[in-house]
């Protein structure tokens, strides 16, 4: 796997990561450590990639959701 | 007034501790009415908790090398493989164990950075920048535990870590135990 797919796939979990935190973390710091690097890492994959990076990034998400969505549940 | 006011049980019960009110005039009537309450966001000095395959981390910028020498020392990798970003260049450096601090110490300040990235044979940092973290593991709960109590300790936090699922931060110099 290219190292800009895993870097959008690291953005995305950082992001579902955020989320399960136990107090309310700050816009500025979701801004700046989340949702900034990911535009950008979303855009590489979109100029440097192939269809099958852009395929293989949603992969990357979609795995993280069933893991993290697996969680949720056990803790509900 | 700067007495409390013991209020009637039938009009406590539609009100909820901690909720702010506001003493408020309306025609003839004095009312209480219910104050929209700021979020309170934290930004913590340090935080360590499980996530559903790993750490969720908060890292003084400070402590980064300290943390990133004892995930190797952890994690026992045979290969690890650092990426990070020197004046706008990406470079990457494959390493064993034992070239590991030099070549953190090539890395130096690039750890604090967002483009930074680790992979130790089947466990993956991710970075958010600042000491922002997310380490991806194949780790057991209880193997997860020590590597969490470990983290706690080279950042100075004093607290025991006693269940496989926890979260740890340091606020404002105080330690929270969310569980």
Same mark, same amino acid.
């Given at each position: 796997m290219?190292?800009?797919v895993?870097d959008?796939?690291?953005?995305?979990?950082?992001?579902?990561d955020?989320?399960?935190?136990?107090?309310?973390?700050?816009?500025?710091h979701?801004?700046?450590?989340i949702?900034?690097?990911?535009c950008?890492?979303?855009?590489?994959?979109?100029?440097?990639?192939t269809r099958?990076d852009?395929w293989?990034a949603?992969?990357?998400?979609?795995a993280?959701?069933r893991?993290a969505?697996?969680?949720?549940?056990r803790?509900? | 007034?700067?007495?409390?006011?013991?209020l009637p049980?039938e009009?406590?019960?539609?009100?909820r501790?901690g909720?702010l009110?506001?003493?408020?005039r309306? +025609?003839d009537?004095?009312? /209480?009415?219910?104050?929209? =309450?700021?979020?309170?966001?934290?930004?913590p $000095? @340090?935080?360590?908790g499980?996530?559903w395959?790993?750490?969720?981390?908060?890292?003084?910028p400070?402590?980064?090398h300290?943390?990133?020498?004892?995930?190797?020392k952890?994690?026992?990798?045979?290969?690890?493989?650092?990426?990070?970003?020197?004046n +706008?260049?990406d470079?990457? /450096?494959g390493?064993s164990? =034992?070239?590991?601090?030099?070549?953190?110490? $090539? @890395?130096?300040?690039a750890?604090?950075d967002r483009?930074?990235?680790?992979?130790?044979?089947?466990?993956?940092?991710?970075?958010?920048?600042?000491?922002?973290?997310?380490?991806?593991?194949?780790?057991?709960?209880?193997q997860?535990?020590?590597l969490?109590q470990?983290?706690?300790?080279v950042?100075?936090v004093d607290?025991?870590?006693e269940?496989?699922?926890f979260? @740890?931060?340091l606020?404002d110099?105080?330690?929270?135990?969310y569980?």
């Amino acid at each position: 796997m290219k190292k800009f797919v895993k870097d959008v796939i690291g953005d995305f979990r950082v992001l579902l990561d955020h989320s399960y935190r136990p107090y309310d973390v700050s816009p500025p710091h979701v801004l700046k450590r989340i949702v900034l690097p990911m535009c950008e890492d979303i855009a590489v994959v979109l100029e440097e990639g192939t269809r099958n990076d852009a395929w293989q990034a949603l992969e990357g998400f979609a795995a993280e959701c069933r893991k993290a969505a697996l969680k949720a549940r056990r803790d509900s | 007034m700067t007495q409390p006011v013991t209020l009637p049980r039938e009009l406590a019960r539609s009100l909820r501790v901690g909720q702010l009110l506001r003493v408020e005039r309306v +025609g003839d009537s004095v009312c /209480l009415t219910p104050v929209q =309450e700021a979020a309170r966001y934290i930004e913590p $000095e @340090v935080y360590v908790g499980t996530n559903w395959d790993g750490l969720s981390l908060e890292v003084p910028p400070a402590r980064i090398h300290d943390f990133l020498l004892l995930l190797g020392k952890i994690l026992q990798p045979c290969t690890i493989r650092l990426y990070f970003r020197h004046n +706008g260049e990406d470079k990457e /450096l494959g390493v064993s164990l =034992e070239q590991y601090a030099d070549a953190l110490a $090539e @890395v130096g300040l690039a750890a604090t950075d967002r483009h930074f990235m680790a992979e130790y044979d089947g466990h993956t940092l991710y970075a958010g920048g600042k000491g922002c973290f997310s380490l991806q593991t194949t780790l057991a709960p209880d193997q997860l535990r020590r590597l969490g109590q470990a983290v706690l300790d080279v950042l100075g936090v004093d607290h025991y870590i006693e269940r496989d699922e926890f979260q @740890v931060a340091l606020i404002d110099g105080k330690l929270e135990v969310y569980r």
